[in-house]
């Protein structure tokens, strides 16, 4: 997760990097070092100091790490040939390296030759079987080919060694919730949760899940995580004030109205909700409102 | 008896500031030639996965409080359930690690070279100092010390009568091995070889990591009780939502 000042500062030098301010090469190392994905300006910026011979040499060993992150920039906006080019100057320069061939393996990949690839990577991860990233990328390619099966099976046995990896977690929890299988999600977003558990997305896919599987303890406990996150940002999240709404008319349907129900949070979560609305968007606030009070009649 | 020895500067820029400054370079040295020599590790996968292992023990742990009993019930099941809960350890295969560790050819000779990197310039420049800066009194240390410890600091002055305050050059060896540490971690950064003392440590405490904190793990998990602060947390909300509003 991004902090708050790295954001600020990559939001600056962004805005002094677009407008021709130098500062490129800052950009470029906060931009690796975050892990972030803006490949169009890592691209134009990166090949800029690359074909400048003067400014290559000042950069030093680090020249080698620009030429990686502009390859999979250039991978990454479909520019084959300047990934290729990049590639053979990496290639020339280190003959037998794993990462060149990884690289190697990912222009296989974004050619869209997609047996070769996964022979590639194959071939690489014989070398070297505990190779995270090479793992995800087989994971990757297999859903870029709509293989959801495949990458289901892929990142489980991924995921089978390496536990902590609450990305891959995260991953599992999307597919599973495409495919609508919903106690797997469940269990994923339970470990993601585990491990993070102050972090509102969580609470709030969780309650999603868990709203959709139904029956009245599941919707209980949806609308207790719809509560912890409203909790953790503050009031401020529509979709968990919308989610308590809901939960609570649902539960009441179920019930038939026979319990004695807290309905208090949801009149809060509804007047929250028509502040926001009146603030940011007052021309759907009768929708709102009658959305509302349908709700609350059934 | 507290006489007030004078001592010659000579002996400060002779001996004190080279004593010091051959150290220094003898553990950057160390650190270049530990750099060159590393191989790279192979990460074994069963070791890989044992410390995920514990991480995500660990995880379920310190949040149990977060998820629903059921699912907590269900998870410390799967982990501690004795025929095949994962942080289970046969007591059989507990002393593993340690076999495994001098059979493994790769990992003894990871440790010798580490040890010899260590040991090696160690012992020459302790051989150096006996040798060249011995028989006389280097330094005072500004605090008192008892008589127990004139053996260890004053190895070359061979009159009784002298301060234990005043010490030989061997002790300013010693001082130097052990504060330097922290100029390296300056000058080379966090990772550096010349952590020797923490690398002493390490060794006491290194086959046994897998095995005895799965054990420690699983102690842990069918210790904790689950408190679902769910509910809690719903009030609060209440009370946020209050606030907002108002």
Not at chain 1, 110 to 132: R, T
Not at chain 2, 28 to 37: A, E, I
Not at chain 2, 84 to 113: E, R, T
Request: positive net charge; charged residues 25%.
């Amino acid at each position: 997760m991004v902090s708050k000042t790295e954001e600020s500062q990559l939001q600056q030098l962004e805005n002094q990097v677009e407008n021709r301010g130098g500062g490129a090469w800052e950009y470029l190392s906060l931009v690796r070092k975050l892990k972030l994905r803006r490949s169009d300006k890592v691209l134009k910026h990166g090949l800029t100091i690359l074909n400048d011979p003067k400014k290559r040499s000042a950069l030093g060993p680090d020249e080698w790490t620009l030429y990686e992150q502009v390859a999979i920039a250039a991978l990454d906006c479909q520019c084959l040939e300047v990934a290729k080019d990049c590639i053979k100057v990496l290639q020339k320069k280190f003959p037998d390296s794993k990462r060149v061939g990884r690289l190697e393996a990912m222009l296989l990949e974004a050619k869209g030759s997609w047996a070769e690839a996964e022979k590639a990577y194959s071939s690489l991860l014989e070398d070297n079987p505990l190779d995270q990233v090479i793992s995800m990328r087989r994971v990757a390619m297999a859903k870029a080919r709509g293989d959801i099966l495949g990458a289901i099976e892929w990142l489980n046995k991924y995921l089978e060694i390496f536990m902590a990896d609450h990305d891959a977690w995260r991953e599992l929890a999307e597919i599973y919730v495409s495919l609508q299988m919903y106690k797997q999600a469940a269990f994923c977003y339970e470990e993601l949760i585990l491990s993070q558990p102050m972090i509102p997305l969580y609470h709030l896919a969780y309650a999603d899940v868990i709203y959709t599987i139904g029956g009245l303890e599941n919707l209980q406990t949806a609308k207790k995580y719809y509560a912890s996150t409203i909790e953790l940002t503050g009031g401020k999240n529509t979709r968990a004030l919308f989610g308590i709404c809901l939960c609570t008319s649902a539960i009441a349907q179920l019930t038939k109205g026979r319990n004695n129900e807290d309905k208090e949070i949801s009149g809060l979560a509804a007047a929250a909700l028509e502040k926001d609305y009146k603030q940011s968007s007052p021309s759907k606030l009768s929708l709102l409102s009658s959305t509302l009070r349908s709700l609350k009649i059934q | 008896m507290a006489e007030d020895l004078m001592l010659d500067t000579a002996i400060r820029d002779w001996v004190l500031i080279p004593l010091s400054i051959v150290m220094v370079l003898i553990g950057v040295l160390r650190y270049f030639v530990s750099k060159l020599m590393r191989t790279s590790q192979l990460p074994d996968s069963k070791i890989i996965k044992e410390g995920q292992l514990i991480i995500r023990a660990r995880n379920l742990r310190a949040a149990a409080n977060f998820i629903p009993p059921k699912a907590f019930r269900a998870r410390k099941v799967y982990y501690t359930n004795e025929e095949n809960g994962l942080l289970y350890v046969p007591k059989g295969q507990g002393q593993n690690p340690q076999a495994q560790m001098f059979s493994d050819p790769n990992m003894a000779m990871d440790m010798m070279k580490k040890n010899l990197s260590m040991i090696v310039p160690q012992t020459l420049t302790f051989a150096w100092v006996n040798f060249f800066f011995s028989g006389f009194v280097a330094a005072k240390i500004p605090f008192p010390l008892t008589q127990r410890f004139r053996s260890m600091l004053q190895n070359g002055i061979d009159l009784s009568t002298v301060d234990v305050s005043y010490v030989s050059g061997r002790s300013w060896y010693f001082l130097n091995l052990f504060g330097l540490r922290g100029l390296f971690s300056l000058i080379l950064g966090e990772e550096n070889a010349t952590d020797d003392t923490q690398r002493m440590m390490q060794m006491s405490g290194f086959g046994f990591d897998p095995s005895k904190s799965l054990g420690a793990e699983k102690d842990g998990l069918d210790i904790v009780q689950h408190d679902w602060v769910l509910p809690k947390f719903e009030q609060r909300a209440e009370a946020v939502l209050r606030k907002r509003l108002s």
